[in-house]
């Protein structure tokens, strides 16, 4: 238990998202994108939206990334 006294939930891979600016959007879409109009629970893929599912439910969520600003806007969402 953590200081909160709330179970963990540790999501490896939650960070990875699709990238409105990223090279394969790019090449699909010949532009960069705005992911304004996607729903937060859908931006972070499959391990975001377990996450956030995970917080949701009153878990400590341990989001694991290379950086802390690769979470920053999931850890933000949560």
């Given at each position: 238990?953590?200081?909160?006294?709330?179970?963990?939930?540790?999501?490896?891979?939650?960070?990875?998202?699709?990238?409105?600016?990223?090279?394969?959007?790019?090449?699909?879409?010949?532009?960069?994108?705005?992911?304004?109009?996607?729903?937060?629970?859908?931006?972070w893929g499959i391990g975001g939206?377990?996450?956030?599912?995970?917080?949701?439910?009153?878990?400590?969520?341990?989001?694991?990334?290379?950086?802390?600003?690769?979470?920053?806007?999931?850890?933000?969402?949560?």
């Amino acid at each position: 238990m953590n200081s909160a006294r709330k179970p963990v939930a540790v999501v490896v891979g939650a960070t990875s998202k699709w990238q409105a600016d990223g090279r394969n959007t790019k090449l699909a879409h010949g532009k960069v994108l705005d992911d304004s109009d996607i729903p937060v629970g859908a931006r972070w893929g499959i391990g975001g939206a377990i996450a956030q599912k995970f917080a949701n439910e009153g878990f400590f969520v341990v989001l694991t990334t290379r950086t802390a600003a690769n979470a920053a806007a999931l850890n933000s969402a949560i």
